[in-house]
């Protein structure tokens, strides 16, 4: 019960705008600094190098969300386009993920779809790929719209699919060759929509692992549970499924050990390393999605 209690505190408190603008100000609190990478993108680029050094790959993402004024939305953008650049002068192992509320969506589909074309032409020239996350259920439908738009152009975009949404499954088979990222998903959700028991959860988790990996596409199995992890190294033993056609990802300054052991193993895995100054929300439903991460939280309190 308290467990439940804390998860709906801190995404109720995620969601909160004058929250999120504060901690702008406050900079790096409450242990933040141990789960986003820096500040601007020069730290995050040098994170990123020590974490290739380990043999791990990269997803990097500019922090942001539900932005209401096309002038943030283009700022964000040129931030994208730059971030591409600047991997490809560097020439760093990494990947990049965007928020179409961070671009636009909230304000005109088409505006956003037109700054995620502005995106991915950059991500097409340094030869790179673009993963759009997947937010809230009431922008998931226009996510996957603006997803199907850019695919008619280019092949180098994926999204996120979350399995505690009802819909996951049949969101899987509409998607069979596209490269997906699947998570449990960290947003709270109505019963309408979304599972909200754990065993459920877990379990539509291990369908749709199935159902992206048996059609052949590329999946990114993006979790810390290490009964999902096991399950996946054994059903893709029993089913013959090579290595090159999955990878595990892992949070920026999560399960370390765990990471290191898999890419020992021969696995690829993939961190997904957050920057910026817009940290509150991305933080607070990190500490909702696991009891342990409060920790984080209280030896940062502690230690200011």
Known sequence: MLAKVSKNFFLFVSNNKWLNHAAKKWGFSFGASQVVAGDNIEVALKKIKELNDKGLLCTLDHLGEFVSNKEEALAATRSVVQTLKSISDVKVKSHVSVKLTQLGL???YQFCLKNMHEILAIA???NNFVTID???YSHCQQSLDILRDLRKDYDNVGTVIQSYLYRAVQDIKDLQGVHLRLVKGAYKESPEVA??????????FRIIIQEHLSSGSYTAIATHDDQIVDYVKQWVKEQEISKDQFEFQMLYGFRNQLQSDLVKEGYTVRVYVPFGTDWFGYFMRRLAERPQNISFAIKGFFSK
């Open 134 to 136: 997947m937010e809230d």
């Open 124 to 126: 097409t020239r340094t």
């Open 106 to 108: 909230d304000i005109d």
């Open 195 to 204: 599972y909200q028991e754990k065993n459920r959860i877990d379990s539509n």
